[in-house]
């Protein structure tokens, strides 16, 4: 596909390839794992979310199950169940946000936390396909090239879309990387596929 998609051929694109057999069954991948990004402009966040779930729907209504991870639903869940998100808001005014941020990250760590929590969703809630939302909202408590490392290994039997506001390239010079916000160019991941280059 040459230049960004219009909302509509983004949507329609995914609706295509999402229900399509090739995509579930995870061909053309070799042994990759079935890693894909969905990148959009930070500014369609909105839209993006509405499609998202209109996207559910949709496969829903052609008999296909998603399960969907939304990252700042499932930090917020975590912090409560351990009881410290009420005292996480009582404190964060009185400190830093590089002190805030390193609480949060370890109580957030994807290897120690976030990841089992997703694997028991996994195993619990059957599924065609995993939707991972939220990316943006809990930067920088997770990182989502972080939460793909860790995911390798729980989320290989399904296809995994995530839904990144950013960009995703691949350039020889400098490999591929997850540029979040389109401004932030340290986070460096491989494996994932874009998702609107896949072809059905």
Do not use: W
Not at 67 to 82: G, K
């Amino acid at each position: 596909m040459s230049g960004p998609p219009t909302a509509k051929e983004r949507f329609e694109h995914l609706l295509k390839v999402v229900s399509s057999e090739r995509f579930l069954t995870k061909q053309g991948l070799g042994n990759e794992v079935p890693f894909f990004i969905c990148s959009f402009d930070p500014a369609e966040a909105f839209e993006v979310a509405e499609d998202v779930s209109l996207l559910a729907k949709n496969l829903q209504n052609l008999g296909l199950t998603v399960l969907q991870i939304d990252l700042y639903d499932l930090s917020l869940s975590i912090l409560e169940e351990r009881g410290i998100l009420d005292e996480v808001l009582v404190i964060e005014p009185g400190h830093s946000k590089a002190e805030i941020k390193e609480l949060l990250q370890g109580v957030l760590d994807p290897a120690a936390h976030l990841i089992p929590r997703i694997g028991q969703m996994i195993a619990s809630v059957p599924h065609d396909v995993i939707f991972i939302t939220g990316v943006g909202e809990v930067y920088p408590y997770i990182r989502s090239h972080n939460v793909l490392n860790n995911l390798q290994s729980t989320a290989k039997d399904r296809p995994t879309v995530m839904f990144f506001p950013g960009t995703y390239t691949h350039a020889l010079a400098t490999g591929a990387s997850l540029d979040l916000f389109g401004m932030l160019h340290d986070d460096k991941y491989y494996r994932a596929f874009n998702i609107m280059n896949y072809e059905v």
